[in-house]
T-cell receptor
Framework: QKEVEQNSGPLSVPEGAIASLNCTYSDRGSQSFFWYRQYSGKSPELIMFIYSNGDKEDGRFTAQLNKASQYVSLLIRDSQPSDSATYLCAVKGIVLNSGYSTLTFGKGTMLLVSP | ETGVTQTPRHLVMGMTNKKSLKCEQHLGHNAMYWYKQSAKKPLELMFVYNFKEQTENNSVPSRFSPECPNSSHLFLHLHTLQPEDSALYLC????????????????FGEGSWLTVV
């Protein structure tokens, strides 16, 4: 059973702080890692992805990947109240019964940014 | 504006009704997906189609019946549903995730809110 684990939260941070969201995965063969944001009542939207060890920055967002530790994280700098949402970690791997890859989603971490 | 459109956005149906959810993707993708998301619960993968062929059925009850006539369209036919089937149903599409660019990923439609009464 391939799993993606996230703390459900909520993670509460004050406006302007750095929010750190974490995700671990069980399948060592996982290839790419994605972060989605989902506002309440809305569909998930892609924030960014990473596939190489290290850091990848995109604006206020930084994704970090450590394949040896099977750990991926998302840092949000200068957090804003509009960042309050559920953040989903998704891992691309192999679907055994079909041979096709798909994404396995974590349960998501709720982030609350207070003004 | 999303490249994946779903209709209807909201649906209320009785337990004896038959209805369908429709999804269309304008992104040139070759894989399509149905997900279910109940209130305050995580995403549940229901069905996957790759190149119009169903490649995943995640033990979904037969009262949910998918149809994929071509790579751009996906339907979810609903009949004799139960109140616990009330949820947000999300359609998504992607390029084939097995080969190609590492960044290929899933893009979601805005969802269809289903209420079964």
């Amino acid at each position: 059973q391939k799993e993606v684990e996230q703390n459900s939260g909520p993670l509460s941070v004050p406006e302007g702080a750095i929010a750190s969201l974490n995700c671990t995965y069980s399948d060592r063969g996982s290839q790419s890692f994605f972060w989605y944001r989902q506002y309440s009542g809305k569909s998930p939207e892609l924030i960014m992805f990473i596939y190489s060890n290290g850091d990848k920055e995109d604006g206020r967002f930084t994704a970090q990947l450590n394949k040896a530790s099977q750990y991926v994280s998302l840092l949000i700098r200068d957090s804003q109240p509009s960042d309050s949402a559920t953040y989903l970690c998704a891992v691309k791997g192999i679907v055994l019964n079909s041979g096709y890859s798909t994404l396995t989603f974590g349960k998501g971490t709720m982030l609350l940014v207070s003004p | 504006e999303t490249g994946v459109t779903q209709t209807p956005r909201h649906l209320v149906m009785g337990m004896t009704n038959k209805k369908s959810l429709k999804c269309e993707q304008h992104l040139g993708h070759n894989a399509m997906y149905w997900y279910k998301q109940s209130a305050k619960k995580p995403l549940e993968l229901m069905f996957v189609y790759n190149f119009k062929e169903q490649t995943e059925n995640n033990s979904v009850p037969s009262r949910f019946s998918p149809e994929c006539p071509n790579s751009s369209h996906l339907f979810l036919h609903l009949h004799t549903l139960q109140p616990e089937d009330s949820a947000l149903y999300l359609c998504a599409s992607s390029q084939d995730l097995t080969t190609g660019y590492s960044g290929n990923t899933i893009y979601f439609g805005e969802g269809s809110w289903l209420t079964v009464v």
